[in-house]
């Protein structure tokens, strides 16, 4: 075999920390409700206060999400009926304000950050979005590795330095999204890889494809997990994963992933690009799942076996399959209403009222 790749030095990710998750159940105990009453909305105040440290954990009234674009040679497999123009062209509809993720961005007040990191085309001219591209798309995963190691952590170290950056003037939440034609066949394949989900389970139909391009993406992702099982690399190397099979994007994100939580800033995630990105993360370092909020639920099939992996439960679960981080951005009110409990309630000795759990 060859010997396992070291990419960047990752920083260091704070290990669960048992003894303030039990002081932030305690302290729910306390306010003026009956125990356990707000359900999993007190399973996500436990997990601010874990990842910040203290409880309560901060309230997050800034948060922020970032799409990270590019494109995939794995398209000329016909996997899709969609065309890698319309990557270049999406990201022009995002600085134009024109998306679903704007909408929504806008509505709750989450900034929006959008980022070339490998789209084919050329968006050099539009303004609004941030310029980082590695390379003009990836290479066809079916026949190749899609990126070589030196790309992968370049577009790893983007999204670590953008969330390094944002978590620095202040942002205290931070979301994940992407876009990408094909990332769909590409996050698959990572999630089979590591999961060992047949490729026939894992494969979902992505942008709404017909039978017979549903049955060309299963092959094209059984070729590109067996010649990676097949080419002697450390499987249990993530940077090998991620090269082979990853996209620039997905590398873009495990790098964000990693830079929020080295920062103990919470991180949700949206659909199963950014839940491949999570594994590739998680796999470089295990404390980052207890950073991790889970968004949405995906209808990807490749999403429920990547939540199972990462060992996170969804927030919503609202049939949403379109990427670009808007289950994530969906959540995110959820995720400051969970905040805010533990620093608005009353207790009951506070309230003067009886505690009646």
């Known amino acids: 075999m060859e010997a396992i790749n070291t990419g960047p030095v990752i920083p260091a990710i704070s290990s669960e920390d048992h003894q303030v998750g039990h002081a932030a159940r305690e302290y729910l105990s306390r306010l003026t409700k009956p125990v356990g009453s707000l359900g999993r909305?007190?399973?996500?105040?436990?997990?601010?206060?874990?990842?910040?440290?203290?409880?309560?954990?901060?309230?997050?009234?800034?948060?922020?999400?970032?799409?990270?674009?590019?494109d995939h040679?794995?398209?000329?497999?016909?996997?899709?009926?969609?065309?890698?123009?319309?990557?270049a062209q999406m990201v022009a509809n995002f600085a134009a304000g024109g998306a679903a993720i704007n909408a929504i961005t806008d509505q709750f007040g989450i900034e929006l950050m959008v980022v070339d990191v490998g789209v084919a085309g050329d968006v050099s001219a539009v303004t609004g979005i941030r310029h980082n591209k590695v390379r003009r798309g990836t290479s066809n995963l079916a026949v190749e590795p899609a990126m070589s190691h030196d790309e992968a952590t370049a577009a790893f170290e983007v999204g670590l330095?953008?969330?390094?950056?944002?978590?620095?003037?202040?942002?205290?939440?931070?979301?994940?999204?992407?876009?990408?034609?094909?990332?769909?066949?590409?996050?698959?394949?990572?999630?089979?890889?590591?999961?060992?989900?047949?490729?026939?389970?894992?494969?979902?139909?992505?942008?709404?494809?017909?039978?017979?391009?549903?049955?060309?993406k299963v092959s094209v992702v059984n070729r590109a997990v067996d010649r990676v099982r097949s080419s002697g690399l450390h499987l249990d190397d993530p940077w090998a994963v991620l090269s082979n099979l990853g996209g620039f994007e997905i590398a873009a994100l495990a790098g964000f992933i990693i830079g929020g939580a080295s920062r103990s800033v919470p991180v949700v995630l949206d659909g199963v690009i950014t839940l491949a990105a999570a594994m590739i993360a998680d796999r470089l370092d295990q404390n980052v799942r207890h950073h991790l909020i889970a968004g949405h639920r995906s209808t990807e099939p490749a999403a429920c076996f990547a939540l199972d992996f990462l060992d996170i439960d969804p927030i919503l679960e609202l049939d949403m399959r379109l990427g670009e981080g808007?289950?994530?951005?969906?959540?995110?009110?959820?995720?400051?209403?969970?905040?805010?409990?533990?620093?608005?309630?009353?207790?009951?000795?506070?309230?003067?009222?009886?505690d009646k759990s």
């Open 41 to 70: 909305i007190e399973t996500l105040a436990t997990r601010l206060a874990t990842i910040a440290g203290c409880v309560p954990g901060p309230l997050l009234p800034h948060p922020a999400l970032v799409v990270f674009a590019g």
């Open 161 to 216: 330095s953008i969330a390094y950056e944002l978590v620095d003037k202040g942002c205290d939440l931070l979301a994940t999204g992407e876009m990408g034609i094909g990332n769909t066949t590409s996050a698959a394949a990572i999630i089979c890889m590591l999961t060992g989900t047949p490729a026939h389970s894992g494969v979902g139909r992505g942008t709404g494809i017909d039978d017979a391009t549903f049955a060309r």
């Open 73 to 87: 040679g794995v398209v000329a497999e016909g996997v899709t009926h969609w065309p890698s123009d319309v990557t």
């Open 326 to 354: 808007t289950g994530a951005a969906m959540a995110i009110p959820i995720v400051q209403a969970a905040a805010a409990l533990m620093h608005r309630m009353a207790t009951f000795d506070a309230a003067g009222v009886t």
